[in-house]
């Protein structure tokens, strides 16, 4: 990789890293002040796994089994916090249930 080719490249990389990741990182932050702890808390946690499934479906790229085994757990683990009950926290307005 040559500085010429990366000169060549720096609106992309420039659109990268305003565009996708400050402005992206500048609405999660300003939308989670917000929604309440635990809400921003699933929401953070179900990101890499969307963003998984939204890669292979939109843009074709191949998911590993691994990568799959990862998301499922990921999911599980969202599913079982979301529909266990915790019966401590069952009163409390807006709480997962």
Excluded: C, D
Excluded at 4 to 24: M, R
Excluded at 28 to 51: D, K, L, N
């Amino acid at each position: 990789m040559s500085f010429e080719s990366v000169w060549a490249a720096s609106p992309e990389l420039a659109f990268l890293g305003i565009g996708s990741t400050a402005l992206a990182s500048g609405f999660q932050t300003i939308a989670q002040h917000y929604t309440s702890a635990s809400h921003a808390a699933v929401i953070v946690s179900v990101e890499g796994a969307f963003v998984t499934f939204a890669a292979a479906i939109i843009l074709g790229e191949r998911v590993t089994p691994l990568a799959m085994l990862g998301a499922a757990l990921i999911l599980a683990a969202i599913f079982h916090l979301a529909f266990a009950g915790n019966p401590k926290h069952a009163a409390v307005p807006g709480a997962l249930t």
